[in-house]
C-alpha cells in the first residue's frame, strides 16, 4: 500500500501472490546473480520474509474481502 501512494499505481495483489508462491529455493542461487553485489542480499532470511510477506498479503483487507479468509 506505502509504494502504491508513492508511485501512484496500483499493484496487482494476485499477480504478487503468484510470484511468491514459487518462491523455492533455487532463488538462492540467482537472486545474488541478479543483484551482481550492488546490494546486500541476506540468503539465510530470505524464506522467512517470503513466507512472513505471504501471510501479510493474505491477511489485508482488500484480499480477504475479495477471495474470503
Same mark, same amino acid.
Do not use: H, K, N
Given at each position: 500500500?506505502?509504494?502504491?501512494?508513492?508511485?501512484?499505481?496500483?499493484?496487482?495483489?494476485?499477480?504478487?501472490?503468484? %510470484?511468491?508462491?514459487?518462491?523455492? =529455493? $533455487?532463488?538462492?542461487? &540467482?537472486?545474488? @546473480?541478479?543483484? #551482481?553485489?550492488?546490494?546486500?542480499?541476506?540468503?539465510?532470511?530470505?524464506?522467512?520474509?517470503?513466507? %512472513?510477506?505471504?501471510?501479510?498479503? =493474505? $491477511?489485508?483487507?482488500? &484480499?480477504?474481502? @475479495?477471495?474470503? #479468509?
Amino acid at each position: 500500500m506505502t509504494y502504491e501512494r508513492a508511485a501512484g499505481v496500483r499493484v496487482d495483489r494476485r499477480a504478487d501472490l503468484r %510470484a511468491l508462491l514459487c518462491f523455492d =529455493l $533455487e532463488w538462492r542461487r &540467482f537472486i545474488p @546473480r541478479q543483484v #551482481a553485489g550492488r546490494a546486500r542480499v541476506d540468503l539465510a532470511g530470505m524464506p522467512d520474509r517470503v513466507a %512472513a510477506t505471504i501471510r501479510s498479503a =493474505l $491477511e489485508r483487507p482488500q &484480499f480477504t474481502a @475479495r477471495y474470503g #479468509a
